[in-house]
């Protein structure tokens, strides 16, 4: 322990509540909200059935969002969910989840982050000649570099950009439903019928990763005043609001298009087309509705991205100060009292996936990596309620033992279903984070002095 080369009260804790909650709603509202309805229409194949996708992530969001704030309340110190599980089951959980969050986690969704600007930008005349992939890894690298600077900089600048893009994606909601062209007889149009449970599981697995964020506050929680209180408060209302403004501009999207210009929007079927959110603008904007949208859908991809760098870094930064990972990304700049060197290496590793993976492929890998973590880590809550009842929790999940339960009983169907429906992305995944255990065992014959 401690022989990375840098101590956690080498980090700043400069982040207040405003900055706490700007990273929680900021980093979940990125390019799902976007995108992913399109993939979802021609998993569903009706709007009731979308929206009903999209409540039933919000709700196991919910559920695993009490669970992580119960846990970062009561671990507030840098690496999140490496911590939950080191506690609950041992050091080689929390090596297995960092190493798997290092390779897949962490980078997949920054990459796909930037993939989904990038599609965005293209639509844009400077950059419509330009392979997305190019301008994919030009954003990691420079905001890779952005964040090496200080945590309070990166924090005054996530809420910054959180307050425009939330209220963008109001304003956008407010004109659509205004519009001429809206409709509400669309939105209750139940097609066909229920679309069996493989494939609604699978639309509900595309939704999750427009939720994909709730967790990632705790890792930065070793730079968060007061964090045993902020870091709970943060998470619940941050998905809340979230939950509210997805359903508002979904519901907003099937007033507006009809149900085949909302299934063959841009997707990995539909790679030429343009964003739901654009076509739905359109209605209102006309014309300059693709270069608005563009722009928007651009920005909040981008801060979402940033924040997702920011928070995810501190997780190797906590393995590498308990010695399972490089001493030097441990490191903590003494100008900036950021852990550079775990940030520009996620950053690398993150351009190679952008040139390298489509958006779609890119968030089955991140979806499936995180929510079986997720399954372990509402167990974390059950062993250590039960190992360590005395520990401080100054928020505690409300409807115990049954929350955390139904969060893991989800969170293991939707892995088990994504193995099936999606083998190879999944798998790719199951095979990275077998290739933890042989690792591990250096790592920890080094530790022992074998």
């Not at 902020?230 to 501009?249: E, K, N, Q, S, W």
């Amino acid at each position: 322990m401690g022989e990375g080369g840098g101590n956690e009260h080498a980090l700043s804790r400069a982040l207040g509540p405003w900055h706490a909650a700007a990273l929680v709603v900021g980093t979940i509202v990125g390019t799902g909200i976007f995108l992913k309805s399109a993939t979802m229409a021609q998993l569903c194949g009706s709007a009731t059935w979308v929206l009903a996708a999209w409540v039933v992530a919000g709700v196991l969001s919910l559920t695993g969002a009490m669970t992580y704030a119960e846990l970062g309340g009561a671990f507030p110190e840098a690496g999140g969910a490496y911590i939950f599980l080191r506690e609950a089951w041992g050091r080689y959980a929390g090596f297995v989840y960092g190493w798997t969050r290092f390779w897949i986690g962490a980078p997949g969704s920054i990459a796909a982050y930037a993939v989904g600007a990038a599609i965005f930008l293209s639509r844009l005349e400077p950059l419509a000649g330009i392979d997305p992939r190019i301008t994919a890894v030009a954003i990691i690298v420079a905001f890779t570099a952005f964040n090496c600077l200080s945590v309070r900089v990166g924090g005054g600048l996530q809420v910054v950009l959180t307050v425009l893009k939330v209220a963008a994606l109001v304003v956008l909601a407010i004109g659509l439903f205004s519009s001429p062209a809206a409709d509400a007889s669309r939105v209750t149009d139940a097609g066909g019928g229920f679309p069996g449970w493989s494939k609604f599981g699978l639309a509900v697995l595309s939704a999750l990763w427009a939720f994909d964020g709730w967790n990632h506050l705790p890792m930065a929680a070793g730079e968060v005043r007061d964090a045993g209180r902020t870091v709970p408060r943060a998470i619940m209302r941050g998905v809340l609001a979230v939950l509210a403004l997805y359903l508002l501009i979904n519901v907003a999207y099937f007033a507006v298009l009809s149900f085949d210009e909302v299934a063959t929007a841009s997707s990995h079927a539909h790679r030429d087309a343009p964003p739901v959110a654009t076509r739905a603008a359109a209605t209102v904007l006309g014309d300059r509705a693709q270069v608005v949208l563009a722009s928007v859908m651009a920005l909040a991809a981008i801060s979402a991205m940033a924040g997702t760098m920011l928070t995810s870094a501190r997780v190797p930064f906590a393995m590498a100060k308990d010695g399972l990972a490089p001493a030097r990304l441990a490191g903590v700049s003494a100008q900036a009292r950021a852990p550079v060197a775990a940030v520009l290496v996620q950053g690398a590793w993150a351009a190679v996936l952008a040139s390298s993976g489509s958006f779609d492929q890119l968030t089955t890998y991140v979806v499936f990596a995180a929510w079986l973590f997720s399954a372990m880590n509402a167990g974390s809550l059950l062993v250590l309620r039960r190992r360590r009842p005395d520990l401080v929790r100054p928020f505690r999940v409300p409807g115990y033992p049954v929350v955390p339960i139904v969060f893991a009983v989800a969170a293991t169907f939707l892995v088990a279903n994504a193995l099936v429906a999606a083998p190879r992305e999944s798998l790719l995944g199951v095979g990275l984070m077998a290739l933890s255990a042989p690792t591990y065992l250096v790592l920890r014959g080094k530790m022992v002095g074998l």
